[in-house]
C-alpha cells in the first residue's frame, strides 16, 4: 500500500490500517470513523454523566436522578433538553465573538484526540505513528478555548478561574508527558495501536509510578477533583464558565466530560492494555476499562477535599516532575538493561517496580516535599 | 522585565455559593492574594429588636427561632432565661431537664452543619455535607416529635417548655445517643487525617489566644484558640452544674483546630443527653405563668452557650406586656470582627476555607 501522506521525511506519517477493509479505501474510512467518534464520545459521555451523578449519590448516601425513564437512565437526556431550551446569555460588557467561539475551541481538541484512539485492533480513525505526540499536542489546546471564555466573558471570577487553569496547565503538562515517556521506551513506538499490541503485561504493571504520575497530572489537566480548583464552585462559583448559559454552557459541560473520557482512554491504552483482555468483544474490553478509569476519578471527587493553587503548582513541581524524571531514568536503565522476555524475570520488574514506587512516593511525601508555601505578608 | 500589576477589587456575595446566606465580602485582591476585605452585611436585616418592643413576652419567642435558624431551641431557650431572670419565674425540675436535652440536640445538629459546611468549603465534594445531614435528619425528626416543627421549633416557653415529650421520644433518643459516636468515629475517619485538609486547614487562618480575647470571641473559635472558656461551666445557667463533661480546646487556634474543636464538642454534648436521659424525673414540664406577663421594672441579661458561641439577651421591662428594650448579643456578629485579621495575606481560597471555620449565620448577624 502507497503512504497516503507524504510530509517530505522518509516516513510514513499513516501506518496502513491492520484489519478494517472497508469498501472505498481512505475516504470512507475516514468518514466512518469521524461518525463513529463523534457517536461514541457523545454516548459515552451521557454514560458519564449517568454514573457519575448516580455514582456520587450513592456515595453520599443519598439516590441522585431516578425519575426519567427506568433508574433515570434518561436523565442525560433531559439535561440536554434542557440546556438547549434555555436562554443563551451574553454579558453586555463582554467579547462578543470570543466569548462565542471559546465553547468551540474547547470543544474541539476534545474530540480530536480521539482520532488516534484505537478502539480495538487497527480501528481507529489514524493510526498516526506520532500518535502519542498528537495526543499531547492537541490536549492542551482546549486551555486556549478556556482562557478565551475567561477573558470574554468579562467576569473576575472567570478570570481567575481560567488563569488557574492555564498555571495548571503549563505545569502539569510536564509531568504528564514525562509519565508518557517511560511508556514509549518500553513499547519502542509512539503509535498507540502498537503500544496496546506491547502490552502482553499491562503497563501499569511495569510502570506503577508513571500510571500513578499521569493518572494524577491528567486529573489536574481536565480539571477533576482534587485540582478541579478552576471551576472550584465553592470559591469562584463556576470558574471560566460563571457566565454562560444555555447550549454554550452545555458545550463546556460536555467538553469537561469528553475530555475526562479522553484522558480515561489515554489511561487505558497507555497503562491497562487498551483493548487487549480474555473472552470480550475488544471494543468492550476497551469501554469497560475507560469506565472503570472514570469511575475512579469520581471517586475521588467524592472523597477528597481540594487542593488550593500554590499548592497545585509546588505538587507538579517539586514532587511529580522529579519523580516522573526519577522514573524516566529508572525505565531507560531497564530498557537499556534488556531484561530476557521470559514470566519470571516479568514478575521480579513488577515487584522490583512496585518497591521502587512504594519508596519514591514515601520519601518524597514524608521528607523532600510540603504542600504548599503558605501565608503571604501583605 | 518588570509587569506592572496592581490589586483589584472582587465582590464576593451576597449571592455566592459559600457565604452562608446572604453576606457580602468586598475583598481586594492581589492575584489570588488577600490583601483586605470589607465585610458588608444587611441584606437579611428584619428588624427583630425592634418587633420585640412592640409584642407580648411570649410572642417574642417565635422571633428568636428565627435568629440563628440552625440553632432555634438555644435562641428559645436564652430569651427564655433573660424573660424568667427578669420576672422570677422557677421553672419545674422536670423542664430544665427536657431543656437541656433539646439544646444539647440542637448543638449537635448545629455543629453537624458547621463541620459539614466547613469541609464543603474546603471541596469535599457534598459527601461529608450529605454524611452529616444523614445524622442532622434524625436530631430533627426527635425534635419534630417533641414540637412537631423541624426548624423553627417555638418549643421552649417561658416557665418550662411547650409539652411534654411524647413516649416514643426516650426509646428514640436512646438509639440515636447509641448510635451517634459510631458516625462521629464515620466522619473522622472519612477526613480528619486527610493529607490534603491538613495541607488546607492547619496553620490556615490562625486566631491567636491574645486576638481571641480581645475582639471578644467566644465558642469553638475562642475554644480553639486555647481559651478555656464555656459559659456552660463558667456561669452554670439551668442545671447545667448537675452534668460532668469536658471542655475541648485547642492548641493554635487554627482552622483544622476550630474543625477539630467542634467535632470533640458533638461527642460531650452526647455525654450531658445521655447523663439528663437517665436522670430525667417526673413531674409538671412548665410553671403556672399568666398569658401576658408584665415583669417587674428592671433589666436582666442571660447568657448561654450556643452552637456559634456566647448568645445574649438584654431585656428591659417597665412593667408592660412588652419589653421596653430588646437586645441581643449574637456570637456570629462578634466572632466574623476577627475575619479580616485572619485572612489577610492567604489565598482566596483560604479565604473560603477560614469564614467557613468561623461559622456564621446571616440570620444572626442581621437580626
Redesign the interface.
Known amino acids: 500500500m502507497m503512504p497516503v501522506l507524504n510530509f517530505g521525511i522518509h516516513h510514513q506519517v499513516f501506518i496502513p490500517a491492520v484489519p478494517p477493509d472497508w469498501p472505498g479505501g481512505f475516504w470512507w474510512h475516514w468518514l466512518f470513523f469521524t461518525v463513529v467518534i463523534i457517536a461514541f464520545v457523545l454516548t459515552m459521555v451521557m454514560g458519564a454523566i449517568y454514573i457519575e451523578r448516580r455514582g456520587?449519590g450513592r456515595?453520599?448516601?443519598?439516590l441522585g436522578p431516578n425519575r426519567t425513564g427506568p433508574f433515570g437512565l434518561l436523565q442525560p437526556v433531559a439535561d440536554a433538553i434542557k440546556v438547549l431550551l434555555k436562554e443563551n446569555i451574553v454579558p453586555v460588557k463582554a467579547d462578543k465573538l470570543v466569548h462565542w467561539l471559546a465553547p468551540v475551541v474547547a470543544f474541539a481538541p476534545a474530540l480530536m484526540i480521539f482520532a488516534v484512539i484505537p478502539f480495538q485492533d487497527g480501528a481507529l480513525l489514524a493510526d498516526l505513528n506520532i500518535g502519542i505526540l498528537y495526543i499531547v499536542a492537541i490536549s492542551s489546546v482546549s486551555t486556549v478555548g478556556i482562557f478565551m471564555a475567561g477573558w470574554a466573558s468579562s467576569n473576575?471570577?472567570s478570570l481567575?478561574g481560567a488563569m488557574?487553569n492555564v498555571a495548571a496547565i503549563v505545569s502539569y503538562e510536564m509531568p504528564l508527558v514525562l509519565a508518557i515517556v517511560g511508556v514509549v521506551l518500553i513499547a519502542g513506538s509512539l503509535s498507540l495501536n502498537r503500544i496496546v499490541i506491547a502490552q502482553d503485561i499491562p503497563f501499569i504493571l511495569l510502570q506503577p509510578l508513571g500510571f500513578f504520575l499521569f493518572f494524577a497530572a491528567g486529573c489536574a489537566e481536565i480539571n477533576r477533583?482534587?485540582f478541579?480548583?478552576m471551576e472550584?464552585?465553592?470559591?469562584?462559583?463556576a470558574g471560566f464558565h460563571t457566565e454562560y448559559s444555555g447550549m454554550k454552557f452545555a458545550m463546556f459541560y460536555l467538553v469537561e466530560y469528553a475530555e475526562a473520557i479522553a484522558i480515561a482512554a489515554i489511561i487505558t491504552t497507555l497503562f491497562l492494555g487498551g483493548w487487549r483482555g480474555p473472552l470480550l468483544p475488544p471494543w468492550l474490553w476497551f469501554v469497560t476499562k475507560v469506565m472503570a478509569v472514570f469511575f475512579t476519578m469520581v471517586w475521588t471527587?467524592?472523597?477528597?477535599?481540594?487542593?488550593?493553587?500554590?499548592?497545585l503548582m509546588a505538587l507538579a513541581w517539586k514532587f511529580l516532575l522529579p519523580l516522573a524524571v526519577i522514573n524516566l531514568i529508572i525505565t531507560a536503565i531497564q530498557v537499556l538493561a534488556s531484561w530476557p522476555d521470559t514470566l519470571p524475570w516479568a514478575l521480579v520488574m513488577i515487584i522490583v517496580n512496585f518497591t521502587i514506587l512504594a519508596v519514591l512516593v514515601l520519601l518524597w511525601?514524608k521528607f523532600f516535599f510540603r504542600?504548599?508555601w503558605?501565608?503571604?505578608?501583605? | 522585565m518588570a509587569l506592572k500589576t496592581e490589586p483589584?477589587v472582587?465582590n464576593m456575595g451576597p449571592v455566592?455559593?459559600?457565604t452562608h446566606g446572604v453576606f457580602r465580602m468586598r475583598t481586594t485582591l492581589?492575584g489570588?492574594?488577600?490583601?483586605?476585605i470589607e465585610p458588608i452585611f444587611g441584606y437579611l436585616h428584619r428588624g427583630v429588636e425592634k418587633l420585640a418592643e412592640q409584642r407580648t413576652y411570649t410572642g417574642i419567642i417565635p422571633l428568636t427561632d428565627r435568629l440563628d435558624y440552625i440553632s432555634s431551641m438555644n435562641n428559645n431557650l436564652a430569651y427564655c432565661l433573660a424573660v424568667e431572670k427578669l420576672a422570677g419565674i422557677k421553672v419545674p425540675e422536670r423542664a430544665e431537664y427536657l431543656r437541656v436535652i433539646m439544646a444539647e440536640l440542637q448543638r449537635i445538629a448545629a455543629f453537624l452543619i458547621a463541620v459539614g459546611a466547613f469541609?464543603?468549603?474546603?471541596?469535599?465534594?457534598?459527601?461529608p455535607f450529605?454524611?452529616m445531614f444523614?445524622e442532622r435528619e434524625k436530631i430533627v425528626d426527635l425534635l419534630e416529635m417533641v414540637s412537631g416543627q423541624r426548624l423553627t421549633y417555638n418549643y421552649i416557653r417561658v416557665g418550662g417548655v411547650s409539652q411534654d415529650i411524647p413516649e416514643e421520644f426516650l426509646p428514640a433518643l436512646r438509639t440515636f445517643v447509641a448510635q451517634m459516636p459510631g458516625f462521629i468515629d464515620e466522619y473522622d475517619r472519612?477526613?480528619m487525617q486527610?493529607?490534603?485538609?491538613l495541607?488546607?486547614a492547619k496553620?490556615?487562618g490562625i486566631l491567636t489566644r491574645e486576638q481571641a480575647i480581645n475582639c471578644a470571641a467566644s465558642g469553638p473559635v475562642l475554644r480553639a484558640s486555647g481559651v478555656k472558656w464555656d459559659i456552660r461551666q463558667a456561669d452554670p445557667y439551668s442545671i447545667y452544674d448537675r452534668f460532668e463533661f469536658d471542655i475541648p480546646t485547642g492548641t493554635v487556634g487554627d482552622c483544622y483546630d476550630r474543625y477539630r474543636v467542634r467535632v470533640a464538642e458533638m461527642r460531650q454534648s452526647l455525654r450531658i443527653i445521655q447523663q439528663a436521659m437517665t436522670q430525667l424525673p417526673p413531674g409538671p414540664v412548665k410553671a403556672a405563668v399568666p398569658h401576658l406577663i408584665r415583669p417587674p421594672v428592671g433589666e436582666a441579661y442571660a447568657h448561654l452557650e450556643a452552637p456559634k458561641g456566647e448568645l445574649g439577651f438584654y431585656l428591659v421591662s417597665d412593667n408592660s406586656i412588652a419589653p421596653y428594650r430588646c437586645h441581643i448579643r449574637p456570637p456570629s456578629l462578634i466572632n466574623l470582627t476577627a475575619l479580616r485579621d485572619m485572612v489577610?495575606?492567604?489565598?482566596?481560597?483560604?479565604l473560603?476555607v477560614i469564614f467557613g471555620s468561623i461559622d456564621i449565620t446571616v440570620g444572626e448577624i442581621d437580626r
Open positions: 456520587m456515595m453520599q448516601s443519598r473576575k471570577y481567575l488557574r477533583s482534587p478541579d480548583l472550584a464552585d465553592s470559591e469562584i462559583v471527587r467524592t472523597t477528597l477535599p481540594r487542593i488550593r493553587i500554590d499548592q511525601s504542600l504548599g503558605g501565608r503571604i505578608e501583605v | 483589584f472582587l455566592h455559593p459559600s492581589d489570588e492574594v488577600v490583601v483586605d469541609l464543603n468549603d474546603c471541596g469535599a465534594f457534598f459527601t450529605m454524611y444523614r472519612l477526613l486527610n493529607e490534603i485538609l495541607a488546607r496553620g490556615v489577610r495575606g492567604w489565598k482566596v481560597a483560604d473560603i
